[in-house]
């Protein structure tokens, strides 16, 4: 019988470390130690969470093991997210790769944090077939992409602006709701009707999205609103969060429909931070239904920042052998 293959993956993009245990393609653990510091600021500190991701990643690397009742001599290769995110955040993820790499004398493996995003929906049973398209959205990224193999994906939109993640999170902050926003904003329009107002949504050719407009379009209606009512928000929060979800997730799937019918491909995906929300679920989900689409949709914790995602995409490129150098650097920005 042929040895399965066992992978260690690491995650510290941002301000979620986490650790997971992949075995032959089956994620076996994936803990996440969530980091709760940036909440007093508005949003995340780059000092501040790589400092907390040094005081966790040991911690989160042993509970993944632990969890998977795997020892570190059962280990074929360690697996890290390289690039995009913080670069201090990343730095502490990369080195504590590399050191454990060097010293259990195992490959190394370096992912994209959005091409792990895409391959999410390759862990859990029902998986789509290739080729698909995914909608990948998060707070720094909004694409949309064809996946034709775990290893050959092609952007073919993206936002011209801020990304749909950024988008909930500034609309929210105009609505005095702590950060993070986005799920905050879920939260509340469960409650309201989306239909309640209409914001603008800015008209881009071709699949490629913009959300600056949004954004400007909820700051002008509320200061003509709060002037009239100092109370407008607390009075119509439910409604004004429904409305704004719904805007922001029409012109996501608006731009799918166009990618199906420029592309022909009939299975649809999404992923990153914003698939967990539950109005783009659900309407990816209705869309799908009324265009006889197969829809996928990841489990919640493999939508977030997670390390399960990190270890699938190494799962793929260990079998391509894709072997990383220990003189490899972490980037914030590198592209695909």
């Not at 994936?30 to 709760?36: D, G, P, S, V």
């Not at 390390?307 to 079998?319: D, N, P, S």
Request: glycine fraction near 6%; proline fraction near 5%; aromatic fraction near 8%.
């Amino acid at each position: 019988m042929d040895k399965k293959i066992t992978i260690l993956a690491i995650e510290s993009s941002c301000d979620e470390t986490s650790a997971s245990v992949c075995v032959d393609g089956k994620i076996l653990s994936n803990k996440i130690a969530t980091q709760k510091i940036h909440e007093q600021y508005g949003g995340v500190v780059p000092e501040l969470a790589s400092r907390v991701h040094i005081q966790n990643i040991v911690p989160v690397v042993d509970a993944a093991l632990k969890e998977a009742h795997t020892a570190m001599n059962d280990i074929d290769a360690i697996a890290f997210t390289q690039a995009p995110g913080l670069i201090g955040s990343l730095l502490v993820g990369t080195q504590f790769a590399k050191s454990l790499a060097l010293a259990l004398n195992k490959p190394l493996i370096s992912v994209h944090h959005m091409q792990a995003h895409v391959l999410a929906n390759l862990i859990t049973e029902q998986k789509p077939e290739f080729p698909f398209l995914c909608l990948t959205v998060s707070g720094g990224h909004t694409q949309i992409v064809v996946a034709r193999s775990p290893l050959e994906l092609e952007v073919i939109g993206e936002t011209i602006d801020d990304a749909a993640g950024e988008a909930f999170d500034k609309t929210a902050k105009l609505l005095g709701l702590p950060y993070p926003g986005g799920p905050l904003i879920d939260k509340h329009a469960r409650a309201g009707n989306p239909h309640a107002f209409t914001f603008a949504e800015p008209q881009i050719p071709g699949l490629n999205f913009s959300f600056s407009g949004v954004k400007t379009s909820v700051l002008y209606f509320l200061q003509k609103q709060t002037k009239e009512n100092p109370s407008f928000i607390d009075q119509n929060l439910d409604d004004l969060c429904a409305s704004i979800q719904y805007t922001i997730v029409n012109i996501l799937l608006k731009k799918v429909r166009k990618a199906v019918e420029k592309t022909k491909i009939t299975s649809v995906c999404i992923a990153g931070g914003v698939s967990a929300n539950s109005g783009l679920r659900n309407a990816l989900t209705e869309m799908g239904q009324k265009y006889g689409w197969k829809t996928y949709v990841p489990e919640f914790q493999y939508c977030l920042d997670n390390a399960g995602m990190i270890a699938i995409t190494a799962y793929h490129k260990f079998l391509a052998k894709e072997f990383a150098t220990l003189d490899i650097s972490p980037s914030a920005r590198a592209e695909w």
